[in-house]
């Protein structure tokens, strides 16, 4: 009984959002690539794999900066459904991958990801990402919060976007949301830190994220783009 009401909980608290929270879900493969540009060059050319799975959309991002490894980058895939994202995980196994693929990576993990907020996807975008523990009780207001913020910095003249996934599925690699600001461009990136330290007002909300959170877990930028739509 108590392993029931634990359960219970669990799906619960994944689900405060639910009315809310935008259709959709994703997937993601973490690897190690020796060669990121190669390996996404050949995901381009072999599109097998997203068509095996149902993806929509898929696309990769190659970590920047505070790479927890060389070459870390992952690979995602975009669903109509949390449904369709699982069943995806039935028809594709990445270990039994063309000989000439696994040559170009080492796979690490994967996990699911539900959108709890809206997030534009571009063709191309720099992008920092925030690993972040956010307690439940103060979920709502983070996300409120967020979507101030993300207005805010876009009143400012950034070309600026705010996503905020939660985890299903990542084991110990992935236990808590991500927090991933969206923008055309490093330079991009870049101004909207200039701005911060020279007083602008979303700065304010920027700190009052900062205090809803438990614990900024990592810090990274990536570089991401799309690489597969399906016709």
Excluded at 48 to 72: H, K
Excluded at 81 to 110: F, H, I, N, T, W
Excluded at 213 to 220: F, G, I, K, N, Q
Aim: charged residues 25%; aromatic residues 12%; hydrophobic residues 40%.
């Amino acid at each position: 009984m108590k392993f029931l009401q634990l359960t219970a909980m669990l799906v619960l608290s994944g689900f405060i959002f639910a009315q809310s929270a935008p259709e959709g879900a994703f997937s993601s493969l973490h690897v190690q690539a020796e060669d990121p540009q190669e390996y996404i060059d050949y995901l381009k050319e072999n599109t097998e794999a997203f068509e095996a799975i149902g993806s929509d959309l898929a696309g990769v991002c190659v970590t920047r900066t505070g790479n927890t490894y060389s070459g870390e980058m992952f690979v995602w895939n975009g669903f109509s459904s949390m449904a369709a994202a699982m069943k995806g995980a039935d028809l594709y196994d990445p270990a039994s991958a063309p000989r000439a693929l696994q040559k170009l990576r080492e796979v690490k993990y994967s996990t699911f990801w539900k959108p709890l907020k809206d997030f534009p996807i571009r063709p191309s975008s720099f992008e920092r990402l925030n690993r972040v523990k956010i307690a439940r009780e103060n979920l709502e207001e983070y996300m409120a919060t967020a979507m101030e913020f993300e207005k805010a910095v876009k009143a400012e003249g950034n070309d600026f976007n705010l996503g905020i996934f939660q985890p299903f599925g990542g084991g110990y690699s992935e236990m808590d949301y991500h927090v991933r600001g969206s923008h055309a461009d490093s330079e991009d990136a870049g101004d909207i830190i200039d701005r911060a330290y020279s007083g602008a007002a979303s700065t304010a909300l920027y700190l009052k994220l900062l205090s809803l959170a438990d614990e900024v877990v990592s810090d990274t930028y990536e570089s991401c783009q799309i690489i597969y739509t399906a016709d």
